[in-house]
């Protein structure tokens, strides 16, 4: 047996040897590749034909191809978006097919465009956590998906979280969101003495919410309901009165 058909035999058996192969043919490149998909970690600047090799075995095989070709990457990322991970500065179409084929793939890109964004949520609305620059378009998306769904949990709080990943609402999405479902009290950052208001009136235990209620608040609250003061850690001494009193109208 001659040393090409060592080698050769050698790395059939073992594929990632070809790493110490100098100037290995074309040839024995693809039966590295063909026999194991990780071998082409080790060819330096593979043909795409070689690329294309690994990827049918396993789309993983991205992760070992330093500079793979467009053509590679899409088939990678339509076939597995969050593959998009292992592509070093994709381009918007790189991008696009990776979010539509699954948007949370989104977070792995950086700066995402406003196209990008919109075709992520479009595919799958939670997404939205993953996006620091969002759009004004985008959070409208977000923000009307929100506003559709009807579904309650057992707590009687909307299953769509989704607003709550929207970066800096505005002050009427804040007041929609609220009017819809008073829980999203707990996921607003500063809320207006205005919004917590609201939110009393329409439940008066989202006080529990609210951190150091002003006794206006508390005296709101449970005017509204008198169980609403097992949810104020420190009510007033009106606060006690008004409770007390209530209870023995009631009584």
């Known amino acids: 047996m001659s040393y090409e058909q060592k080698v050769w035999e050698t790395i059939r058996r073992n594929p990632t040897l070809i790493k110490f192969v100098e100037n290995p043919s074309e040839k024995l490149k693809k039966l590295a590749v063909s026999r194991n998909y990780v071998s082409i970690k080790y060819i330096d600047g593979p043909s795409e034909e070689l690329q294309l090799m690994a990827i049918s075995t396993n789309c993983m095989a991205i992760a070992y191809i330093s500079n793979p070709t467009e053509k590679v990457q899409f088939i990678v990322v339509k076939t597995k978006g969050d593959l998009i991970k292992h592509i ?8 696009l097919a990776a979010v539509k084929r699954t948007g949370r793939a989104i977070r792995y890109i950086k700066k995402p465009s406003e196209e990008v964004q919109l075709a992520a949520i479009n595919s799958t609305i939670d997404s939205i ?65 205005e919004l917590q208001k609201k939110a009393i009136k329409l439940l008066p235990k989202t006080i529990q919410y609210i951190e150091n209620p002003s006794e206006e608040l508390q005296l709101m609250a449970v005017s509204e309901n008198p169980e609403a003061i097992f949810c104020i850690k420190n ?16 009584s």
């Open 88 to 95: 070093k500065n994709p381009s918007e179409k790189i991008q």
């Open 129 to 193: 956590k993953y996006i620091k620059n969002q759009t004004r378009r985008v959070k409208k998306m977000v923000f009307d998906y929100f506003l559709k769904d009807e579904r309650i949990n057992p707590f009687g709080m909307s299953i769509n979280a989704n607003f709550t990943h929207i970066k800096n609402p505005s002050k009427r999405m804040k007041f929609i969101a609220i009017n819809k479902n008073p829980y999203m009290l707990q996921h607003i950052k500063n809320p207006s003495l």
């Open 235 to 250: 009510p007033t001494n009106r606060v006690k009165d008004l409770f007390i009193e209530s209870e023995n109208a009631n």
